[in-house]
């Protein structure tokens, strides 16, 4: 699940009135200026009276293509189409070898690999991985549109626009300033692949002029399961932003990806690239001109757009700018940079890119107002930010690396460029280097899945954990590598948890590795390094289907089998509905009575899935058959403890004569592997007879699994100050720990995890919590919940939608209260002995001022937040 930036450091910007570009001037004169990067150099030479625009490359950008030859899936099941030869571990190295602390061309390899994973849709056949496969076919059949494709956001499959534009604006922008580093390291054409993966999505998007979806999927119900994307069986509506009912920074942001693309592709697809800017035009022209959130809703929770849309306008105003030279964009992006917020002390984020549209106007126009913004920025990150012990540049709870190495990116773009003072440029690439090395190991580990020493094992990721039973922690070890993504990371002191549950610090998300990857080409530019060859996300295909067998019942003339039917299939999951079982028999003493196999009862009091298809023929001469009971509901799935496994008992009886057992293929190993399971017409369980009756061996060890593995409920561990134990109402039945996020400054916000320690059930929906504080006079509280789930002793996760707070005065106020957040929960179920309850929230003013908090009743301890259940005290004292 993928959470906003936590919101006690943000100031909401208010959305001042200001120019328009409804009627752009025209530009008076020829006017000549450069944009220069890395990789690839924009000279713009406006006309007066035509606005053309002509742009000359400083490098080629045509990369060589991969001479890998495309196989197809073995497995017509397998909608993810396998490179010949890649391997995880590939085949040895290649390239330029480094100088640098690490390997920075295998870095840059992994990271962008990582967004190739995050795909949904029609996945092409040369994707680099063997547990992807299509998904989310439907999406966008609510509203008669296709907006199949795009990525997933995070660890989740919600498809936001917000910071997925984001994330492609900022890799379009990593190319532009490094195009020679992608291209010697090998990796052009995958992020140049990366990057139209969603442009192409968002071009779905945008129908017409009027009209943008802006997400699919809804964030609640996404995050109420966990499985695998190939899996989903989830409703997912599309929402769409309108000019009734606008959204000016989702469209700003798809208007700046557009834009950013445009460039990228002008070199070596024109026609892409104008129809990458035609569209980012349209978008802009529609962001311009209402200038309005107020339809960008359905996000709320999850990315609201706290920093309005001005800073949107003044981004894309800028990349149009640099993708046509018109004057009237240059105009407009500096118009809304004016009015956009200023926060310094922030980062570079799907939120907020005020830094990026002033560091693009800097390097366009040389301008001091855009210079001294990005000094001032990377000044705070340099010497007024919170350094943890081994060298994090701390900001936040939420995606601590992102921050950090986002800012690197920046800051070695702004020291790279001829605007950059020659005393300060030294200083932004030793504080570049030193986060993009910390992200990498210098503090001992590594952040990067798959890479480096001590990398992260657990991320949390649905499709990489693999789970089939709708459980994070089933199974115990994740059954993917999820190469290249970059976790959250840790918090102030270096402290770092990597667990499945820990989505503070282990999840992973597009916007956390856009940044990232950034720096990376930026570290692959001055120190080079080596990549791996033929390397893929192509894993050993492990364990997948089984069948465990049993006799419910026998006699003279009859027997009546039980099967329990795993669908565990992960490379990649798969909704199968070719799925056979095949009991076999020897039916000799049938035929030997005057009968034949049609002359048998079949029956079935209990089929969870399928249906029998009869006795079936395997070899006449021998007097072999089987009992064929077909799979083709598409209910055998990896979705859930429902849906994962299938119980049937069938009955065959001969009505007219005696039944051998003795003699039956699949009796004589049922508990093993007698029973035979295919798909599509494939063996891949059990050992089926040879024509002659006898056993051949089996496709497995003949090992039946376990119904469920053990796991043990891992708590999620999220980062910040624990308020000190207060002398509040014991209790034996729940227990509260508070882990703050902030205490001061505009919030009290952080986790509240609610522990059921005594010996029953709890019921979700009888519980209150009242949060005791002081509200400074003639102030709005706001209440905002950014996450709430339950926990399962037996790891069961489930996501609790729906939380809402409402504020009360005390009957006696006191010097540490005189307001009370009263949070409900709605029903959900019940939490069962040693399972847990999490609410991530936020109390703030409704101008994001300052709180003057510190006296408040409930930030003394734990033991003064109280918990009611069903008007019962169960935790916590009152003042």
Same mark, same amino acid.
């Given at each position: 699940m993928k959470h906003p930036k936590i919101l006690a450091s943000i100031l909401c910007i208010s959305l001042l009135s200001g120019c328009s570009l409804t009627n752009p001037p025209q530009p008076s004169g020829s006017e000549e200026t450069s944009y220069t990067g890395d990789g690839i150099s924009l000279d713009v030479t406006t006309d007066e009276t035509e606005g053309a625009t002509e742009t000359s490359p400083s490098s080629a950008g045509t990369a060589g293509t991969s001479d890998d030859t495309v196989a197809s899936a073995s497995d017509e099941t397998s909608s993810a189409v396998n490179v010949e030869g890649l391997s995880e571990k590939g085949s040895g190295y290649e390239g330029v070898k480094g100088t640098g602390a690490f390997n920075y061309g295998e870095a840059l390899q992994k990271s962008i690999l990582f967004y190739e994973l995050q795909r949904s849709g029609d996945l092409p056949d040369d994707t680099r991985c063997n547990w992807r496969g299509d998904s989310a076919m439907s999406d966008g059949s609510d509203n008669g549109i296709d907006l199949t494709g795009g990525w997933y956001d995070a660890g989740d499959h919600v498809k936001f626009n917000l910071p997925m534009a984001y994330s492609a604006a900022m890799l379009a922008w990593s190319v532009t300033e490094s195009e020679d580093a992608y291209k010697e390291a090998g990796q052009l054409e995958y992020i140049k692949s990366d990057i139209k993966w969603v442009t192409d999505y968002l071009i779905k998007c945008h129908p017409d002029d009027n009209t943008y979806y802006y997400q699919v999927g809804d964030g609640g119900a996404d995050h109420s399961w966990w499985g695998p994307a190939e899996a989903m069986s989830m409703q997912r509506p599309s929402y769409k932003v309108t000019r009734d009912n606008p959204g000016s920074a989702v469209a700003g942001e798809a208007a700046a990806a557009l834009a950013a693309a445009s460039v990228v592709f002008a070199k070596t697809d024109k026609n892409y690239a104008d129809e990458c800017l035609k569209h980012a035009k349209s978008l802009y022209k529609f962001a311009d001109e209402t200038r309005s959130d107020s339809g960008y809703t359905a996000a709320n929770g999850f990315y609201n757009s706290w920093s309005g849309f001005y800073d949107e306008l003044s981004?894309? +105003?800028? &990349?149009?700018?640099?993708?046509? *030279?018109?004057?009237?964009?240059?105009?407009?992006?500096?118009?809304?940079?004016?009015?956009? +917020?200023?926060?310094?002390? &922030?980062?570079?984020?799907?939120?907020?890119?005020?830094? +990026?549209?002033?560091?693009?106007?800097?390097?366009?126009?040389?301008?001091?107002?855009?210079?001294?913004?990005?000094?001032?920025?990377?000044? %705070?990150?340099?010497?007024?930010?919170?350094?943890?012990?081994? *060298?994090?540049? &701390?900001?936040?709870? &939420?995606?601590?690396?992102?921050?950090?190495?986002?800012?690197? %990116?920046?800051?070695?773009?702004?020291?790279?460029?001829?605007?950059?003072?020659s005393a300060k440029s030294a200083d932004y690439w030793k504080f570049a280097e030193s986060q993009i090395n910390y992200a990498l190991g210098s503090s001992g580990r590594s952040f990067v899945v798959g890479f480096g020493e001590n990398a992260p094992e657990h991320p949390h990721h649905r499709t990489a954990q693999g789970s089939y039973s709708n459980n994070m922690n089933e199974p115990s070890s994740h059954r993917h590598t999820l190469y290249g993504a970059l976790v959250g990371g840790p918090d102030a002191s270096d402290n770092y948890n990597d667990t499945v549950s820990d989505y503070t610090a282990n999840e992973v998300a597009c916007d956390y590795n856009a940044g990232f990857t950034g720096i990376l080409a930026k570290m692959y530019g001055k120190y080079h390094g080596e990549t791996i060859k033929d390397f893929g996300a192509v894993e050993p295909v492990g364990d997948e289907y089984s069948v465990e067998g049993s006799v419910n019942v026998d006699g003279q003339d009859f027997i009546e089998i039980k099967a329990l039917v795993y669908n565990k299939t992960a490379w990649p999951a798969r909704k199968t509905a070719s799925l056979e079982l095949r009991y076999y028999l020897d039916l000799s003493e049938v035929i030997k009575g005057g009968k034949k196999a049609e002359d048998l009862e079949v029956n079935s009091n209990y089929m969870q899935s399928g249906h029998v298809d009869g006795i079936k023929a395997w070899n006449k001469d021998k007097n072999l058959y089987y009992l064929s009971v077909v799979f083709d509901d598409g209910n055998l799935y990896p979705g859930g403890q429902e849906h994962y496994k299938s119980e049937i008992q069938v009955r065959m009886r001969n009505p007219e004569g005696p039944w051998d057992n003795s003699n039956d293929p699949s009796y004589k190993g049922l508990a093993g592997s007698g029973i035979c399971l295919y798909d599509n017409g494939k063996l891949v369980w059990g050992s089926e007879p040879s024509a002659d009756g006898k056993d051949q061996t089996p496709v497995t060890d003949g090992t039946a699994p376990s119904d469920t593995t053990d796991a043990t409920a891992a708590t999620a561990a999220t980062s910040g100050t624990q308020a000190t134990a207060a002398t509040g109402k014991a209790s034996d039945k729940v227990k509260v720990t508070m882990k703050y996020d902030s205490k001061s400054g505009n919030s009290i916000s952080g986790s509240m995890e609610i522990k059921n320690t005594g010996n029953e059930k709890i019921s979700v929906g009888s519980l209150k919590v009242k949060y005791f504080f002081i509200c400074d006079g003639g102030k709005t509280p706001v209440f905002d919940c950014y996450y709430s789930g339950m926990l399962q002793s037996d790891g069961a996760y489930n996501g609790v939608n729906g939380v809402t707070g409402a504020f009360s005065d005390p009957a006696n106020k006191t010097s540490s209260c005189n307001k009370i957040l009263t949070m409900s929960v709605p029903d959900s179920g019940t939490i069962d002995k040693g399972g847990t309850i999490t609410i991530n929230f936020s109390i703030h003013y409704s101008d994001w001022q300052n709180m003057n908090s510190a006296a408040s009743y409930s930030l003394a301890g734990d033991g003064n937040i109280v918990i009611e259940s069903n008007g019962t005290n169960i935790w916590g004292s009152e003042p």
């Open positions: 981004w894309a +105003g800028a &990349w149009l700018y640099m993708a046509t *030279g018109d004057k009237a964009y240059l105009d407009n992006a500096k118009s809304c940079y004016s009015q956009a +917020g200023h926060d310094y002390n &922030w980062s570079m984020c799907w939120d907020d890119v005020h830094i +990026g549209a002033a560091l693009l106007l800097a390097k366009i126009t040389g301008e001091k107002t855009y210079t001294d913004a990005v000094e001032e920025h990377l000044d %705070f990150w340099l010497k007024g930010i919170t350094y943890s012990p081994k *060298g994090l540049a &701390w900001l936040d709870t &939420w995606g601590s690396l992102r921050y950090a190495t986002t800012t690197a %990116f920046v800051a070695s773009v702004y020291a790279d460029s001829d605007k950059c003072p």
